[in-house]
T-cell receptor, first 111, second 114 residues
Framework: TQLLEQSPQFLSIQEGENLTVYCNSS?????LQWYRQEPGEGPVLLVT?????EVKKLKRLTFQFGDARKDSSLHITAAQPGDTGLYLC???????????FGKGTTLSVSS | DTGVSQDPRHKITKRGQNVTFRCDPI?????LYWYRQTLGQGPEFLTY????????KSRLLSDRFSAERPKGSFSTLEIQRTEQGDSAMYLC????????????FGSGTQLSVL
């Protein structure tokens, strides 16, 4: 079974704090994606990483793909209440195969 | 670009009934996926199509579930003889096949089996 383990499962922080969410697997991925989902809606793609060691930035969000392409992290700087949501990582072991999702990290940012 | 559309948004049914959901993907997308999601969990892969061909189906998928994409455009997901454990959000996503495939999700159909 191809598994993506996300940690932590829940995170509750104050506005302005920094946080990191992790996504790990024992298998190599051809690409890995991060999505954010709000209640009652489908996930929305934030970023795709393809190359081992790749770092991508999206405003206050920094995404990193592990050198071995088995893990990834999402770092949020100075979190805001608008960052609240379910953060999901998803990976494909081969190009063109179905994306497998992790169980997600539920982030709550209070003002 | 009208996005991925799913119908209905909500469905309440009694145990043992059959239900059918519809998904209309983004028009130029050749891939269509179905996922199931329960509260606070990540989406669980069910099946996906490339054009009208069903290329992969989860081994965890019960025989009560069937999906079609007859003309390579919209898709339907049918659940026969529903059980309470089928209660979940059913998400559809579409994409254009590529090296780093980007999935665009619909808002889902929330199924409640009483």
């Amino acid at each position: 079974t191809q598994l993506l383990e996300q940690s932590p499962q829940f995170l509750s922080i104050q506005e302005g704090e920094n946080l990191t969410v992790y996504c790990n697997s024992s298998s190599v991925f051809s690409s890995l994606q991060w999505y954010r989902q709000e209640p009652g809606e489908g996930p929305v793609l934030l970023v795709t990483v393809v190359t081992g060691g790749e770092v991508k930035k999206l405003k206050r969000l920094t995404f990193q793909f592990g050198d071995a392409r088995k893990d990834s992290s999402l770092h949020i700087t100075a979190a805001q209440p608008g960052d609240t949501g379910l953060y999901l990582c998803a990976g494909a072991h081969q190009a063109g195969t179905a994306l497998i999702f992790g169980k997600g990290t539920t982030l709550s940012v209070s003002s | 670009d009208t996005g991925v559309s799913q119908d209905p948004r909500h469905k309440i049914t009694k145990r043992g009934q059959n239900v059918t959901f519809r998904c209309d993907p983004i028009s130029e997308h050749n891939r269509l996926y179905w996922y199931r999601q329960t509260l606070g969990q990540g989406p669980e892969f069910l099946t996906y199509f490339q054009n009208e061909a069903q290329l992969e189906k989860s081994r965890l998928l019960s025989d009560r579930f069937s999906a079609e994409r007859p003309k390579g455009s919209f898709s339907t997901l049918e659940i026969q003889r529903t059980e309470q454990g089928d209660s979940a959000m059913y998400l559809c996503a579409s994409s254009r096949m590529g090296v780093s495939e980007k999935l665009f999700f619909g808002s889902g159909t929330q199924l409640s089996v009483l």
